[in-house]
């Protein structure tokens, strides 16, 4: 009988699920990236928070999908303290995109989008990626994810886009300054997710022309920069996942009316597909 654990890991936060004899177990620690801890710090991580909640399990697989994770060193890093720690398992490492296709698409054909901090998508064949669309980075592009959107919502408030009343709602919202802003985004690490913070001033004032045409304009970005290079968009179904993507579901529907195409699953995030994939 195989014991299986799966990761789906971010910078900040790793969710586990146990799979053993039809049971699931969730545990969750800090996030792990190759890019910021090093093989010692990863391994000191899961002996301390994931180990003990683990109890005697006698695990056979481990499948753990991150970030940063299509870059080679990161993955040897990675595998090395995984297979020291569960010696008799078989260790898979995949990248949070392949987490994405796998958790959307399962074992059929389609388009898998991830819109959350980032964005990136690929087409999948029911067993691999195929074709990805390139992810280029916040600084360049990301469309229609969380950084990208929160940009807009910066730039609005910095270059007083906003009318009166989203300019009073963004101050009293962030308490910030036009400096402490610059500051964050030019000075400080992790930019990306500190623009990203700012997508929430979205979700919290729909309705508002202002604030739809930023939503609407981004995700329309996402759509002709990455959905219409892929000729299968006109023949699968389009699938995606994040934050920003469920938040806004509406406004996919809404762009794949336009562009008859065919929605697929929109979901949060790719545990409960995972856990369905790899039972």
Request: with cysteine; proline share 3%; aromatic share 12%.
């Amino acid at each position: 009988m195989s014991v299986t654990l799966i990761a789906d890991s971010g910078a900040t936060k790793c969710e586990w699920c146990l799979l053993d004899n039809g049971k699931k177990k969730k545990i969750v620690t800090t996030g792990i990236s190759p890019y910021f801890l090093n093989t010692e710090q990863i391994e000191q991580l899961l002996l301390k928070q994931l180990v003990p909640k683990l109890k005697d399990a006698f695990i056979t697989e481990v499948h753990f999908y991150g970030t940063g994770l299509s870059n080679q060193n990161n993955v040897q890093i990675l595998k090395t303290v995984l297979k020291k720690i569960f010696k008799k398992a078989k260790i898979s490492i995949e990248t949070d995109l392949t987490a994405a296709a796998r958790a959307l698409c399962g074992k059929q054909k389609g388009i898998a989008c991830i819109l959350g901090t980032g964005s990136n998508s690929c087409f999948y064949n029911g067993r691999k990626m195929i074709k990805n669309s390139p992810g280029i980075g916040f600084i360049l592009g990301d469309e229609g994810s969380g950084s990208y959107l929160g940009k807009k919502v910066i730039q609005y408030y910095l270059y007083q886009t906003f009318d009166e009343e989203l300019m009073t709602s963004f101050e009293k919202r962030f308490l910030t300054s036009p400096m402490e802003i610059l500051e964050n985004v030019y000075k400080k690490p992790m930019a990306n997710r500190y623009l990203a913070s700012f997508a929430i001033f979205l979700a919290e004032n729909r309705g508002h022309y202002m604030i739809e045409n930023i939503i609407e304009d981004g995700l329309n970005d996402f759509f002709f920069t990455h959905i219409y290079k892929y000729k299968e968009s006109w023949t699968h179904p389009i699938n995606f996942i994040g934050s920003v993507a469920f938040g806004f579901r509406d406004v996919l529907q809404e762009l794949c009316n336009t562009y008859e195409l065919e929605l697929g699953k929109v979901m949060k995030a790719p545990m409960k597909g995972l856990i369905e994939y790899h039972s």
